[in-house]
């Protein structure tokens, strides 16, 4: 029954590897979002797709890549890791581009 | 770059006591929307109030939005200590289509004492 799901809940990883998080929704939105929190919860988006097309790509490094095989599913994959890596990812949906649903959250830590 | 600021950054009170927290944004909106956070889960949408409302409300939730102040604040009524947590605002920038691409404040954490 869950709308939004992410995994893994919690990665822990070495500088310099490659993971992969993945994310999908059951809700039938159009529209999925990438979100980045940091320790201090501040929240920043990071891409968004509708229907399969990359619609926002904000100033993130890229070593991360967004790929989104079908528009239940937007999964982030992350090159060469570094500590300042670590943080909560959030994936969320949305039907129009308002209000949007949110996953639980993959916390990240790079060590 | 971060659009707006919430105040305070921490608020406690006691259970049955009203909590209102305030937003301040910079650029002209679609809307604003509100969402809170529990400790270690996910954030889950309140309530919306698009540029042309000035008040809405939801169960013990209010909002209110004053565009010429660039500012909102959500008040909860009564409050309960399952209400703590942390609440965000998040504006859509006008002119961003429909992208929904939400600009988040900094957040203020709730604590509600029993």
């Known amino acids: 029954d869950t709308a939004v799901s992410q995994t893994p809940k919690y990665l822990v990883t070495q500088m310099g590897n490659d993971k992969s998080i993945k994310c999908e929704q059951n809700l039938g939105h159009d529209t999925m979002y990438w979100y980045k929190q940091d320790s201090k919860k501040f929240l920043k988006i990071m891409f968004s797709?509708?229907?399969?097309?990359?619609?926002i790509n904000e100033t993130v490094p890229n070593r991360f890549s967004p790929k989104s095989p079908d528009k239940a599913h937007l999964n982030l994959h992350i090159n060469s890791l570094e500590l300042g890596d670590s943080a909560v990812y959030f994936c969320a949906s949305s039907p129009t581009g308002t209000e949007q649903f949110f996953g639980p959250g993959t916390r990240l830590t790079v060590l | 770059s971060q659009q707006g600021e919430e105040d305070p950054q921490a608020l406690s009170i006691q259970e049955g006591e009203n909590a209102t927290m305030n937003c301040s944004y910079k650029?002209?909106?679609?809307?604003l929307q509100w969402y809170r956070q529990n400790s270690g889960r996910g954030l889950v949408h309140l309530i919306l109030i698009r540029s042309n409302e000035r008040e809405k409300h939801s169960g013990r939730l209010r909002v209110t939005l004053d565009t010429s102040k660039k500012s909102s604040s959500l008040l909860i009524t009564a409050s309960r200590a399952a209400d703590t947590a942390s609440y965000f605002c998040?504006?859509?920038?006008?002119?961003?289509?429909?992208?929904?691409?939400?600009?988040f404040g900094q957040g203020t954490t709730l604590q509600v004492k029993p």
């Open positions: 650029t002209s909106i679609n809307n």
């Open positions: 998040a504006t859509v920038t006008a002119g961003s289509g429909n992208t929904g691409k939400l600009i």
């Open positions: 797709y509708n229907n399969k097309e990359l619609i």
